[in-house]
């Protein structure tokens, strides 16, 4: 069973950074497409961005391209999200999920991804 641990979250002035871990424990991470998600009070789950298994590829959502950047350490079994220019609307729970597939596999979508993280506060204000 993986287990995934979000870390890094907090609170961060706009135009700051912030960078958000994932850790896996029980199996080597990369086997796992790794999918970062954000819930803010009252809305739904969103898809941030996205990581194939190898690292050689990423997705974005329009609201966070060009300022968030999705990597890999697999040889550490750790998915980080460095997260730059930071605005208030990103304050939300920050959460990574993983599936298990190949490595041409991406996707925003929650459904689409089986194991998921507790999720970490990222709070942006002044």
């Known amino acids: 069973q993986l287990q995934l641990v979000e870390s890094g979250g907090g609170s961060a002035q706009p135009g700051g950074s912030l960078r958000l871990s994932c850790a896996a424990s029980?199996?080597?991470?990369?086997?796992?497409?790794i999918g970062w998600f954000r819930q803010a009070p009252g809305k739904e789950r969103e898809g941030v961005s996205c990581i194939n298994r190898s690292g050689a590829n990423t997705k974005y959502a329009d609201s966070v391209k060009g300022r968030f950047t999705v990597s890999r350490d697999n040889a550490n079994n750790t998915v980080y999200l460095q997260m730059n220019s930071l605005k208030p609307e990103d304050t939300a729970v920050y959460y990574c999920a993983a599936v298990r597939q190949l490595d041409s596999f991406l996707s925003l979508a929650p459904s689409r991804y089986r194991y998921w993280g507790q999720g970490t506060q990222v709070t942006v204000s002044s």
């Open positions: 029980r199996t080597t991470l990369g086997y796992y497409t």
